[in-house]
């Protein structure tokens, strides 16, 4: 369940379409709101700056509630969403993004969104599929089509056969 609602979390970021000039404090609720629903919540921001200069953590640009500074296209950002049960265990579910524009027939404004960067599968066998609604099903199957084309022509015949159970539908 816990894994399911982290999850939910990464996947409403991934899918996020926001105006230009929306910075990082505005979407970070998106990655939250599963877990809040359930009385729950992580102490981390939801994701991070990510460049080859000054280090991993580059910023300005946040997914957190100090994020203030507007997201532009071409900032690199991790989503990575997470809960913590003290004692017991830890999740955190992340994928590297791309600020991009988002092109949106009758759109008033210039729209952004994200391109998810990290391919690799979501472990299936902690996803409790009755939590999902039918756009976040449908957005983890077609990732898992991408993950499964992009990468599995890259694998030995063994591991491809790992991927691509891995990558089959929910």
């Known amino acids: 369940r816990h894994y399911t609602l982290v999850l939910k979390g990464h ?30 919540d992580f102490d981390h921001g939801t994701g991070h700056g990510v460049g080859s200069y000054l280090s991993v953590h580059e910023g300005p640009q946040r997914i957190a509630k100090t994020g203030h500074t507007p997201l532009e296209p071409g900032m690199i950002l991790s989503n990575e969403p997470g809960y913590y049960r003290e004692g017991h265990y830890g999740i955190r579910i992340e994928n590297l993004i791309i600020v991009e524009h988002r092109a949106i027939e009758g759109a ?37 089509a991408r993950v499964a084309a992009e990468i599995g022509p890259l694998l030995p015949p063994e591991e491809r056969a790992w991927l691509e159970k891995a990558c089959a539908p929910l």
């Open 11 to 40: 996947v409403a970021i991934s899918r996020a379409v926001f105006p230009k000039g929306t910075s990082g404090a505005q979407i970070d609720a998106l990655a939250r709101l599963p877990l809040w629903e359930a009385g729950l």
């Open 108 to 144: 008033e404004r210039e729209m952004l969104g994200f391109e998810t960067v990290t391919l690799a599968p979501y472990e299936r066998a902690l996803i409790d599929e009755s939590l999902l609604s039918p756009a976040e099903r449908d957005w983890i199957d077609s990732y898992h």
